[in-house]
């Protein structure tokens, strides 16, 4: 269908009206104002409006910051330049008009920015950082609250909101007052007037400005700042009451001294009625004995009355304070009342906070020996797994569980043992045996431990055997040949696979230490004799000789002592005569780990032949085809005197001979094998006596 061009114009035309009406009523908008301010948590704490325990708020002209305690555990912290937000307390920042954005200032600490952006994306709110600048924008709401999901800190808070402009009046023309209430130090005025512009009755708050403090009073109404009270009056305030108290620091420092944050925790009591009141984190360095006059907010911890943290102090005096705890048992002590001081011995068992130099205390468990434990929460001296101590404190009772409560002090009667080898020793009995002396920590069983010696040509010997002597495990590692007395031995403590201590160690190295400590003149003579001997034997087997036992020893006291004929035992045959082929052929010392007499004898056959060593029967060992040999047990080198008489008997005829091993040092006095070992017996006799 066509359109006439009149109807066409009629239909655009009003096409035109309709637009016309349209378009401003789609444009026009209410305008707003942008405000922005910033909440800076400075040192002064100029901006904080209140605190408590429970609850701080900071403020600008027109916004809010509060941090709650909500479900922390931690009470709110008193704390600026950065203000510390603890776990699960929570943050609101209110403004009067819809939030557009909030500029906060972390104090740089990568694991507070961490808690912060947690905490931020927990409450659903989106930001960009830059630096330790965190950006907030979308929150389009007068309020945003967000829990902490860790400790974070904030040097600063900038909040941007919009306050729409409704072209109402401002009321800035003349005012008739209807009524007028002035504002107080602890209250807001009012101010009810009629607008000269509008004619409306408008209500103005007239905001208090708080207390002016100078040496406690205030200027404006001569309110106290802080209230005067006794320690025992002060127990019974509500929290956040700022009070001002006397008392003396008393039985111990309950924190020590924190130089980076400036403060201690102490206990004080009031001198006259005795009331104590534990102080948290007051400002300053105090001692025990130390008068002061304290002013802070009251507060509570765990159900119990204390000074909160950021307290002032003066000190106004000083007086000798007595500890006089009671000595008790672990048993006796858990059934004391909170607060009693005892003296309470036992053996740390557990360390379950390690020391923390920072703030110099940890916590551990001691035990007494019926078994029964005692906790000891912040521990102000530094002890050991396994230490026997005796501690002074206050006893204290946390969820229900008793405990010696923080600052106590300790007296370390006997430090615990570490698990190593402690000592290494050497023992010159019928052979050398190397012998290591181990610790363990407490609560370590020996069976689960061993020790591997291995010596200089690789060979391992493991030994699991033990002796218990003077409270150490010895091990022993036996049978050292005199010629081995120069080699290292590797030594190494283990449990299972695992080595948990290596040590070297040789006959010499203990020679040595004896030489060079304060040791009676008997026994260096002994060790100087002793190495000698090794040396020689060293020399008679031809062995290791770039490192012989006397090479390089500092403080040698060889003996000079030589056998005489007195020394010597007959060593031909006493009575009887070789029978057809049955007789002795040779006698003399064999050399080895120890020291043995030996006789060899020829015999057609062994039907009928016995041989005895001092009327015990002898194993009779066959060398080769009728030569036969018989060897005496080990013998001490404080034994070399000693007469061995050896019988050879077949049912008729018998020979008899007598020996000794200075029989053959007194046959061999010329060569150094025999003097050496004739002195290290003698000087082994004379360490005796």
Known sequence: MKLKASKLIAVLCVVATILTMIVPM??????????????TFDANKTQRTSFSTTKQVWASETVTFTNDKASSSSPVADYSNPVRLYASSSVTIEAPGTITKIVIVSDGTAKYKTALQNSLTGAGLTYTTSGNNYTVTGVNAASVTMKMTAQARFKSVQVTYEVADTGACQHEGEKTTVSLTEAT???????????????????????????????????????????????????TLADGTKVMLTGVVVVFIDTPYDSGYKNISVTVQDPETEAELYLYRLSGNWEVGDVLTVKGAMGSYNGKKQLAQGGTAEKTGEV??????????????????????VLVNGIVSKINTAWNASYGNMSVTITDESGKTLYLYKLATKVGLGDEIAVTGKMYTY?????????????????????EIAQMSVNAGADLSLLAHVT??????????AVKFVHANGAEVLVTAFVEKNGKYVFALNKIAPQAMSDLITVTLVKGETAKDTVEYSVKTYAQAILNGEYDAALKTFVSDMLAYGAAAQKHTNYNLENLATNGVEGLACST??????????????????????????????????????AKFTAASLEGITVTINGEAAEIVELENGVY???????????????????????ADYQTLTYSVNSYAFAKANTELGATLYRYGASALALLA
Do not use: M, W
């Not at 363990?440 to 431990?449: N, P, R, W």
């Not at 040779?586 to 050399?591: E, I, L």
């Open 399 to 419: 969820n229900n569980a008793r405990q010696i409560n923080a600052g106590a002090t300790a007296e370390i009667l006997k430090v615990g043992a570490v698990t």
């Open 440 to 449: 363990l920590a407490y609560g370590e069983k020996v069976e689960d431990y």
């Open 561 to 598: 002592a030589t056998p005489d004929a007195s020394a010597n035992v007959n060593a031909g045959v006493q009575n009887g005569t070789k029978v057809d082929g049955l007789g002795f052929t040779a006698v003399g010392v064999k050399f080895d780990t120890a020291n043995y007499i030996y």
């Open 185 to 235: 130090c602890t209250a807001d005025g009012e101010h009810v007037f009629t607008c000269g512009d509008c004619g409306e009755t408008v209500t103005e708050v007239l905001k208090s400005e708080g207390h002016k403090f100078v040496d406690n009073a205030c200027t404006v109404c001569g309110t106290n700042e802080y209230l005067p009270a006794t320690v025992e009056e002060a127990l």
């Open 320 to 341: 000798e304070v007595e500890v006089n705890p009671l000595e008790a048992t672990i048993s006796e002590a858990l059934e004391l009342e909170d607060g009693t001081l």
């Open 26 to 39: 789609t444009l026009s908008t209410a305008a707003a104002t942008e405000v922005t301010e910033t909440i």
């Open 629 to 651: 040999a018989v060897y005496s047990e080990e013998i001490l080198a404080t034994a070399f005197g000693q007469t061995f008489t050896i019988v050879l008997n077949n049912g």
